[in-house]
């Protein structure tokens, strides 16, 4: 079945200093979206990517779809403490309409 | 004016108890889902119901039962609670299924003792 991979697990970074994430899904998808999970929150959506090739931006963050709609990264310049939290990325099938989560990437920014 | 609502937030209860968990949403919405959170913030989807319908049904313990009064209500039921049914469960809600951002409840963290 559809798999969508989120490295790293793990991220501690400087305040200041910049913060990827990347998301590789196991089949072609018909979109990508990103939420942000705040420590003891729920997921809150960021963005929706849809066309391959795809970039688009928000304010610090930019968030690209690959070519072949089967990746995507998050990235986010000179983070700031609160940028902290888990960063999920989900994509759906291009046949499917199963929304299907990314494990997750936890941010943690040291002051 | 919580656009998606769970209760309880919190619930705590024995092992063999049956307890279910409220989700209502306010958006319009005509799909609604439910996703359990494990203890590694892995996001698992559950169940999609689209007006009422149950659409999507992963494979998931037949002691947990979703059930849709209404396209703005999604319940879940679970009978015989297990340890490892321990978790956070997320409902969430969309607009015309998964092609649009779903909004999350507060969640309902579920301890089984």
């Known amino acids: 079945g559809q798999q969508v991979m989120q490295i790293p697990q793990y991220q501690h970074v400087q305040e200041g200093e910049d913060f990827t994430t990347y998301c590789n899904s196991s089949t072609t998808l018909s979109n990508i979206q990103w939420y942000k999970q705040r420590p003891g929150g729920h997921p809150v959506f960021l963005i929706q990517?849809?066309?391959?090739?795809e970039v688009k931006k928000q304010k610090r963050l930019t968030f690209q779809f690959g070519e072949a709609k089967k990746n995507s990264s998050l990235h986010i310049t000179a983070t700031q403490t609160t940028d902290v939290g888990t960063y999920f990325c989900a994509g759906s099938g291009e046949y499917g309409n199963k929304l299907v989560f990314g494990a997750g990437t936890i941010l943690r920014v040291k002051s | 004016d919580t656009a998606v609502s769970q209760t309880p937030k919190y619930l705590v209860t024995q092992m063999g108890n049956d307890k279910s968990i409220k989700c209502e949403q306010n958006l319009g919405h005509d799909t609604m889902y439910w996703y359990k959170q494990d203890s590694k913030k892995f996001l698992k989807i559950m169940f999609s119901y689209n007006n009422k319908e149950l659409i999507i049904n992963e494979t998931v313990p037949n002691r947990f039962s979703p059930k849709s009064p209404d396209k703005a209500h999604l319940n879940l039921h679970i009978n015989s609670l297990e340890l490892g049914d321990s978790a956070v469960y997320f409902c969430?809600?969309?607009?015309?299924?998964?092609?649009?951002?779903?909004?999350f409840g507060q969640g309902t963290r579920l301890t089984v003792v």
């Open positions: 990517l849809v066309k391959s090739g």
């Open positions: 969430a809600s969309s607009a015309t299924g998964l092609l649009t951002e779903a909004f």
